[in-house]
């Protein structure tokens, strides 16, 4: 296939740009969840933090597939997941060392090294918030209305999302279910199983 993972790399790595850029578009939102969940205080901190980080594992991937092209990882989104947690954790080994900041850098340090952040778990996280996405993305035009009166509809205020929207309470109550059958459908065909918060199914 044209567009996967493999001919893609391998494009880039012949400095095809719109090959990077597709990848990118593909997978930057996992590397940034990742440097996210690794780097919480330092992003929060730092509105650049999370644009350095990432804008290094990228950097990294290219070199590194320039340097061997026939190294392709069998599994591109666990490569970047992993290039950027060690990424995130030598900014944060790096933030430490800098003289006269103020940081909980050495603590953050030394709770990813005791294993509190295991990359596995790391990585089933990232994986299934990146089959989510794509879902809500592939329902786009489905949910894009009903996602507008959210918080009114997981509040349970029916009759108020409904005069917004401009139906009946039980027509916005049967769009609703129909919605969340249709992303778990979407969900169950990625993961082979179900999915629902908690993982319990919840139609009422």
Known sequence: ???????L?????????SALDRLMARYDA??????????????????QWMDSVAGSVWM????????????????LSAYLIQV?????????RQSALAPNVETDSELSLLQLESGEQALSDLAEEAESLLRLRRCLESHKNELGVLFSQFQAIVDRRWQQAADVLGCSESTLRSRWVRALESLRECMASKTGGDFAPDGKRNDS
């Open 30 to 47: 996992l590397v940034r969840f990742t440097i996210f969940r690794v780097c919480k205080e330092q992003c929060r901190r730092d509105p």
């Open 9 to 17: 790399t391998a494009r880039m790595a012949a400095g095809d740009r």
């Open 60 to 75: 990294g991937f290219i070199r590194s597939m320039q340097r061997d092209p026939q190294k392709v990882p069998k599994s």
């Open 84 to 92: 950027a947690r060690n990424q995130s954790i030598s900014a944060i």
């Open 1 to 7: 296939m044209p567009d996967d993972d493999s001919a």
